[in-house]
């Protein structure tokens, strides 16, 4: 019994002389021992490449923190931004090598690299100066499931800031409509519109941003129309879009950021482009859309898509 615990004593005693504990803002984030790390035939002096590198794909997803850009809420307040976190990987490197490498229990904290979002509120009081289009479209609010649907892409595009030279992609924006995300199927659709089965109701989204970032002279550089007119825009003014087939993008060629807002009041869909004082640009004249209410049919008529 007592070579049984002096062999348990001497076990723990070297682990814990073979251990390099890591913590991350004062916490533990673990404990790796060097054994890990060898490469047969050789011992502690040669590192595995293979597991170092695995082991660096841990660190970097457990460390990883996306930042938050400022934006605003349902009521239009402004909401702060949060900076976000990854591995300073060249000096987690350094620090890992030189507790490898010294005898004995061995301790640091990882390093972090900050990342600094992309829109700050600044910037966003900046761009909220100008008016430089705006468009909206109605629809039936008693539709449930479609409103719902709309209010969700409103929502995912509200607040996007398009800097210069940049492209937008409503696909890549809006991510694709899953009932995981929330979507719902929208058995009653408007005559005429793409139904993609979960998120009826989006290409109205796709269709009044369209109008409302054409009137503040962008370049559309992808749109579709649906195969027959929708009522809830003018002629030719529409902008289908479907997860696995057509996207609608546009880049913005002017000297400034562009900010989309988008709400939902009522049966109303609005978007308005922003931009700061010293944007320069060319307004266009874009027809309004119709104030009657769509006509709505069942998604499974014959004839429908």
């Not at 990882?110 to 761009?127: A, F, G, H, K």
């Amino acid at each position: 019994m007592k070579i049984l615990i002096a062999l348990f004593i001497m076990s723990t005693y070297a682990i814990a002389e073979n251990t390099i504990n890591l913590t991350l803002e004062g916490k533990s984030l673990g404990a790796v021992q060097r054994s890990e790390f060898v490469l047969p035939p050789f011992d502690y002096s040669v590192i595995n490449d293979e597991k170092m590198n695995h082991f660096l794909k841990q660190m970097e997803e457990k460390t990883y923190k996306n930042p938050m850009n400022a934006t605003f809420n349902e009521k239009g307040a402004l909401i702060s931004e949060k900076p976000g976190y990854k591995l300073n990987k060249p000096k987690f490197m350094d620090m890992f090598y030189t507790a490898y490498f010294k005898s004995g229990p061995a301790a640091f904290e990882v390093p972090l690299q900050t990342i600094y979002p992309r829109v700050d509120s600044e910037l966003l009081d900046n761009l909220r100066e100008k008016r430089i289009g705006s468009y909206v479209t109605f629809f039936n609010s008693s539709n449930k499931e479609r409103t719902h649907n709309i209010r969700l892409a409103a929502n995912a595009i509200n607040g996007h800031v398009v800097f210069p030279g940049e492209t937008f992609s409503f696909n890549k924006i809006v991510g694709k409509r899953t009932v995981a995300k929330g979507y719902l199927p929208a058995p009653v659709i408007v005559r005429g519109e793409l139904s993609e089965g979960v998120g009826g109701g989006i290409c109205q989204v796709s269709s009044t941003l369209f109008n409302a970032v054409d009137k503040a002279s962008v370049d559309i550089t992808e749109r579709y129309s649906h195969s027959r007119r929708v009522p809830y825009v003018p002629p030719n003014r529409d902008a289908t879009v479907s997860w696995y087939g057509p996207d609608f993008k546009f880049k913005n060629p002017h000297n400034r950021p562009l900010l989309i807002r988008a709400r939902v009041i009522g049966g109303q869909l609005f978007v308005v482009v922003l931009s700061s004082d010293e944007i320069i640009y060319k307004p266009k004249d874009i027809p309004s859309a119709p104030k009657r209410l769509p006509v709505e049919v069942n998604s499974k008529q014959k004839g429908e898509n």
